[in-house]
């Protein structure tokens, strides 16, 4: 059983976070200093994050070829730092606390009166910034931790109650079994991780023990649209309220309408039509995200004609089918999607504004192209055009010499129509040349092919401007 009452951070007045450019960890630091400790971290290298974060009071080292621990007590790190990286390897043998980064949040989510905890293989970020987005616009202050930056908020993070808490939960490895929130929200389970879970066995188990740790009222709000979800749920013995496309679910979508770059639907309770609900992100995987916000928030007291009302001002988490420019003939979208299922979605999501759609993947990991290579040659169906462009690693080696090209020929055995290989410094030039009027152009993945879609999205503008 989870000790809810610890708090390991309670004792430290300077923390210093390896990384603190990350989305995960750069929350995490503006979360501490609203505290009251005294935050200061490293990056390999300068990005927007750590420029921000110098702006807010936090002190940024970029480099970690030496360290600055003076007067720090504690340090924190994440899985992407590895057990020889300079500064932890100096952290320990200093005798400084060292904690991995879920140890933190976990302990912070832990003390908190109300905790809400959004986990699952896909839709966590969005999913986790509805709900924040929408209980700071009831009035209700919660402090948020989501692993993009909220648009309507510009910020990965929400600093409010401390004893209410929102939180995206990492399930990449394993280390969401560390916390124990009063509610949860499960969006669906799912193969991805290959290298933390040897099979969907490993990964239910590890769902079933975090639903052990679930504090009073210990409910859990989950996908009935998910076979295994379902399973999963049921078998943990915790209370539980569903949420689907089926009227069998306690609640459900119907009517649903595809708008250019939104949704709408009838929402229903136990059966019964309870509120028309319009969203501005688009896709019936944002659908099903909404339900499950609705879902739990009505547990929380809220009328749901007042969460639909807030839903229909959401505008999106950056990189979850983030427009980065948008004229009549040409949009230009940038998304994280770098899981077949979420491949498959975002294009499908797409494909409904009834455009032609040319998509640019980036793989993310040698370990996910290696399983998936299957699964990735029937994601691409609804995209009329494909560029591929070569693995991101993410740290990883190539021990089995995987690369795009092994995906570029299922989907072309697949019959996809015109499927070509290009180097990322390619892409840009490319798709100026051969671009034609009514597209949109979807830059997909994890890894850095959001730079490509930005730089792409500024040629294309300065284009336009030119021959203005």
Same mark, same amino acid.
């Given at each position: 059983?989870?000790?809810?009452?610890? @708090?390991?951070?309670?004792?430290?007045?300077?923390?210093?976070?390896?990384?603190?450019?990350?989305?995960?960890?750069?929350?995490?630091?503006?979360?501490?200093?609203?505290?009251?400790?005294?935050?200061?971290?490293?990056?390999?290298?300068?990005?927007?994050?750590?420029?921000?974060?110098?702006?807010?009071?936090?002190?940024?080292?970029?480099?970690?070829?030496?360290?600055?621990?003076? @007067?720090?007590?504690?340090?924190?790190?994440?899985?992407?730092?590895?057990?020889?990286?300079?500064?932890?390897?100096?952290?320990?043998?200093?005798?400084?606390?060292?904690?991995?980064?879920?140890?933190?949040?976990?302990?912070? /989510?832990?003390?908190?009166?109300?905790?809400?905890?959004?986990?699952?293989?896909?839709?966590?970020?969005?999913?986790?910034?509805?709900?924040?987005?929408?209980?700071?616009?009831?009035?209700?202050?919660?402090?948020? /931790?989501?692993?993009?930056?909220?648009?309507?908020?510009?910020?990965?993070?929400?600093?409010?109650?401390?004893?209410?808490?929102?939180?995206?939960?990492?399930?990449?490895?394993?280390?969401?079994?560390?916390?124990?929130?009063?509610?949860?929200?499960?969006?669906?389970?799912?193969?991805?991780?290959?290298?933390?879970?040897?099979?969907?066995?490993?990964?239910?188990?590890?769902?079933?023990?975090?639903?052990?740790?679930?504090?009073?009222?210990? %409910?859990?709000?989950?996908?009935?649209?998910?076979?295994?979800?379902?399973?999963?749920?049921?078998?943990?013995?915790?209370?539980?309220?569903?949420?689907?496309?089926?009227?069998?679910?306690?609640?459900?979508?119907?009517?649903?309408?595809?708008?250019?770059?939104?949704?709408?639907?009838?929402?229903?309770?136990?059966?019964?039509?309870?509120?028309?609900?319009?969203?501005?992100?688009?896709?019936?995987?944002?659908?099903?995200?909404?339900?499950?916000?609705?879902?739990?928030?009505?547990?929380?007291?809220?009328?749901?004609?007042?969460?639909?009302?807030?839903?229909?001002?959401?505008?999106?988490?950056?990189?979850?089918?983030?427009?980065?420019?948008?004229?009549?003939?040409?949009?230009?979208?940038? @998304?994280?999607?770098?899981?077949?299922?979420?491949?498959? !979605?975002?294009?499908?999501?797409?494909?409904?504004?009834?455009?032609?759609?040319?998509?640019?993947?980036?793989?993310?990991?040698?370990?996910?192209?290696?399983?998936?290579?299957?699964?990735?040659?029937?994601?691409?169906? @609804?995209?009329?055009?494909?560029? /591929?462009?070569?693995?991101?690693?993410?740290?990883?080696?190539?021990?089995?010499?995987?690369? %795009?090209?092994?995906?570029?020929?299922?989907?072309?055995?697949?019959?996809?129509?015109?499927?070509?290989?290009?180097?990322?410094?390619?892409?840009?030039?490319?798709?100026?040349?051969?671009?034609?009027?009514?597209?949109?152009?979807?830059?997909?993945? !994890?890894?850095?092919?959001?730079?490509?879609?930005?730089?792409?999205?500024?040629?294309?503008?300065?284009?336009?401007?030119?021959?203005?």
């Amino acid at each position: 059983m989870i000790d809810t009452s610890r @708090d390991i951070i309670g004792s430290s007045h300077h923390v210093y976070l390896i990384g603190i450019g990350g989305v995960g960890m750069s929350a995490l630091a503006r979360v501490l200093k609203y505290q009251g400790l005294q935050v200061s971290g490293s990056d390999a290298r300068e990005n927007n994050t750590t420029k921000q974060l110098l702006t807010e009071g936090i002190r940024v080292y970029i480099g970690q070829n030496e360290t600055r621990f003076q @007067d720090v007590d504690t340090v924190i790190y994440s899985t992407a730092i590895g057990t020889q990286h300079l500064e932890l390897k100096t952290a320990r043998q200093m005798g400084l606390k060292v904690y991995h980064r879920a140890e933190v949040l976990s302990s912070l /989510l832990n003390q908190a009166e109300t905790s809400i905890a959004v986990t699952g293989t896909h839709g966590k970020t969005t999913t986790s910034s509805m709900v924040a987005y929408v209980m700071s616009q009831a009035g209700r202050r919660p402090t948020c /931790l989501v692993g993009g930056d909220v648009l309507n908020f510009g910020t990965n993070t929400i600093l409010g109650d401390k004893n209410l808490w929102v939180s995206e939960v990492d399930e990449s490895d394993k280390s969401h079994e560390l916390y124990a929130p009063n509610y949860v929200i499960l969006t669906n389970l799912e193969m991805d991780h290959v290298d933390h879970y040897a099979a969907m066995q490993d990964l239910e188990s590890s769902f079933l023990r975090f639903l052990s740790n679930l504090r009073d009222p210990g %409910v859990v709000i989950y996908s009935e649209d998910d076979e295994i979800l379902d399973r999963v749920v049921h078998e943990s013995g915790r209370p539980h309220i569903s949420f689907g496309l089926s009227t069998t679910a306690d609640y459900s979508a119907q009517e649903i309408k595809i708008n250019a770059f939104g949704t709408e639907f009838d929402f229903y309770e136990a059966g019964f039509f309870s509120a028309t609900v319009r969203l501005s992100v688009p896709g019936i995987h944002n659908v099903r995200n909404a339900l499950g916000v609705m879902a739990l928030l009505i547990q929380m007291g809220m009328d749901p004609s007042e969460i639909g009302n807030y839903l229909s001002s959401f505008r999106g988490a950056k990189r979850r089918l983030e427009v980065k420019f948008k004229t009549d003939d040409v949009v230009v979208v940038d @998304d994280y999607a770098h899981h077949p299922t979420e491949v498959k !979605a975002s294009l499908k999501a797409l494909k409904g504004v009834g455009k032609k759609v040319i998509a640019i993947f980036q793989p993310h990991r040698f370990s996910r192209t290696s399983h998936f290579i299957k699964e990735f040659s029937q994601a691409f169906e @609804d995209a009329d055009e494909l560029i /591929l462009t070569d693995v991101y690693s993410a740290g990883e080696a190539n021990l089995e010499n995987i690369n %795009v090209n092994m995906i570029c020929e299922q989907v072309k055995k697949n019959g996809h129509p015109p499927v070509i290989t290009l180097a990322k410094e390619a892409i840009t030039r490319y798709l100026l040349e051969h671009l034609t009027p009514g597209s949109i152009i979807a830059f997909l993945g !994890a890894g850095d092919i959001g730079d490509i879609a930005d730089e792409f999205a500024c040629r294309f503008k300065n284009n336009i401007a030119s021959k203005s």
